[in-house]
């Protein structure tokens, strides 16, 4: 067999493979020999009928099969002898065999590229500093004792309405038909879908009535109100109160079992919230880099890999959508906005992946089984789940190499990142 291969571009070949007579003719005679075998024709009993007559019945399907017979069996043999990482169906063209006569045959396809990144160290990067103050603490703890809060009804009709308060109320307007709602429940300082009543309720009692005016958000539904002000009347049904619990040990306990104290839930909300900005400062970081590897390293990418890629991810995005009950049309009701966005995104990625796994073989990094198995039982501890249980499914669903592409990442963005110059800069964690 002797093969030659043509570059059609950076990361398209053309092979052309040329199968030598004698290997031609062993198979057609095989190839004679099963169909005479397998065949009836009159007049032969099966296995018995020359050449000849077979191939006035069947000359077509004999060459038809001879050469994809002759095609199957080299075409993957020259990819492999020549080291070609092939990401596409190929483009196969060939003639019929022929007798005593050499075959050849040629096939398009698209590689992997193989890249050298021109460049990955030296940066300039800014990296944020996140502090957390007491007063992030005061406010998650805040929030924690609201996620705990209990409701009562207001009885007493001269109690007026405080932030946090739930006011179960009638809202109508005059300026539009569609601003006119029942028993809409309203948190009271916070929220509402009717654009004003948050605000417009505090200070009212059960059984009041009022009149307000609002502007309406650009972004509202109703697309001819917008940045309109328009006048609501709201009428306050019925109250039901935030009971806070008390910030003491016993509360501390009730969050976290494993917490005796209010000050050691303080102490493990004041780690979260470090560890939460570590891995935001982290994600930054990273997202810079990718960023900048993107700019300074240029290369094209096979249409093939990026179509495949962008397929998958519509496919991960419709059962995504599908879980919380929606449908992709609904996000998405033009298909060739999705298909440009997602075209986009793949081939983003898909030379983001390329890169990473040129600089972690450049910087010899290498992910150890028993870092993914770390993973793996970081993940068991996480889900309550033991370590078999959650390897198993991860095998099962192809998710390992995902893990371990991860951590190579991981690797790599900390030696670029190590690798650069760094300039500090604090900020907010929020």
């Given amino acids: 067999m002797k093969v030659e291969i043509k570059d059609l571009s950076s990361v398209r070949k053309q092979m052309t493979v040329t199968v030598p007579k004698d290997e031609v003719k062993k198979n057609r005679e095989d190839l004679y020999r099963e169909v005479s075998r397998e065949v009836a024709i009159k007049g032969f009993r099966k296995g018995k009928a020359p050449k000849s007559v077979i191939d006035t019945y069947l000359g077509s399907y004999i060459k038809t099969e001879l050469a994809k017979k002759i095609v199957e069996e080299n075409y993957d043999k020259a990819v492999a002898e020549n080291e070609l990482f092939v990401v596409s169906m190929p483009d196969i063209k060939?003639?019929?065999?022929?007798?005593?006569?050499?075959?050849?045959?040629?096939?398009?396809f698209d590689i992997k590229p193989v890249i050298t990144p021109e460049k990955y160290t030296g940066f300039e990067l800014t990296e944020p500093v996140f502090v957390v103050t007491n007063e992030d603490v005061e406010t998650?703890?805040?929030?924690?004792?609201?996620?705990?809060?209990?409701?009562?009804?207001?009885?007493?009709?001269?109690?007026?309405?405080?932030?946090?308060?739930?006011?179960?109320?009638?809202?109508?307007?005059?300026?539009?038909?569609?601003?006119?709602?029942?028993?809409v429940t309203v948190d009271a300082g916070n929220r509402s879908?009717?654009?004003?009543?948050?605000?417009?309720?505090?200070?009212?009692?059960?059984?009041?009535?009022?009149?307000?005016?609002?502007?309406?958000?650009?972004?509202?539904?109703?697309?001819?109100?917008?940045?309109?002000?328009?006048?609501?009347?709201?009428?306050?049904?019925?109250?039901?109160?935030?009971?806070?619990?008390?910030?003491?040990?016993?509360?501390?306990?009730?969050?976290?079992?494993?917490?005796?104290?209010?000050?050691?839930?303080?102490?493990?909300?004041?780690?979260?919230?470090?560890?939460?900005?570590a891995d935001k400062k982290k994600n930054i970081m990273n997202s810079k880099v990718a960023e900048l590897l993107l700019e300074a390293n240029s290369f094209e990418v096979p249409e093939s890999m990026i179509k495949l890629q962008a397929a998958m991810m519509v496919q991960g995005m419709a059962k995504r959508?599908?879980?919380?009950?929606?449908?992709?049309?609904?996000?998405?009701?033009?298909?060739?906005?999705?298909?440009?966005?997602?075209?986009?995104?793949?081939?983003?990625?898909?030379?983001?992946?390329?890169?990473?796994?040129?600089?972690?073989k450049l910087a010899d990094l290498k992910v150890e089984e028993t870092e993914v198995d770390n993973e793996v039982q970081e993940m068991a501890t996480t889900y309550n789940m033991q370590y078999e249980e959650v390897k198993k499914g991860l095998e099962e669903n192809g998710r390992l190499d995902e893990i371990r592409f991860q951590l190579l990442e991981e690797k790599v963005f900390e030696y670029i990142i190590k690798n650069s110059t760094v300039t500090q800069e604090t900020s907010n964690p929020e």
């Fill in 94 to 108: 060939n003639e019929d065999p022929e007798e005593d006569k050499d075959f050849t045959f040629t096939a398009e």
């Fill in 321 to 360: 959508f599908a879980a919380q009950g929606a449908k992709l049309q609904d996000v998405y009701p033009d298909p060739s906005v999705l298909q440009e966005e997602s075209l986009a995104s793949s081939e983003k990625m898909l030379k983001q992946a390329l890169l990473i796994e040129a600089i972690a």
């Fill in 193 to 277: 879908f009717v654009p004003g009543a948050h605000e417009a309720v505090l200070g009212m009692k059960t059984g009041e009535e009022k009149e307000y005016e609002t502007q309406i958000p650009e972004e509202y539904y109703i697309e001819e109100l917008r940045g309109k002000t328009v006048k609501f009347k709201v009428k306050i049904l019925s109250v039901k109160h935030r009971i806070l619990p008390e910030l003491d040990d016993d509360f501390a306990k009730k969050v976290r079992e494993d917490t005796p104290s209010i000050d050691e839930l303080k102490t493990k909300i004041r780690e979260e919230l470090e560890k939460r900005a």
């Fill in 140 to 183: 998650a703890m805040s929030s924690l004792r609201d996620s705990y809060s209990t409701m009562e009804d207001v009885t007493d009709e001269n109690l007026e309405i405080v932030k946090g308060d739930y006011a179960v109320s009638d809202i109508s307007s005059t300026d539009h038909e569609r601003l006119n709602w029942t028993k």
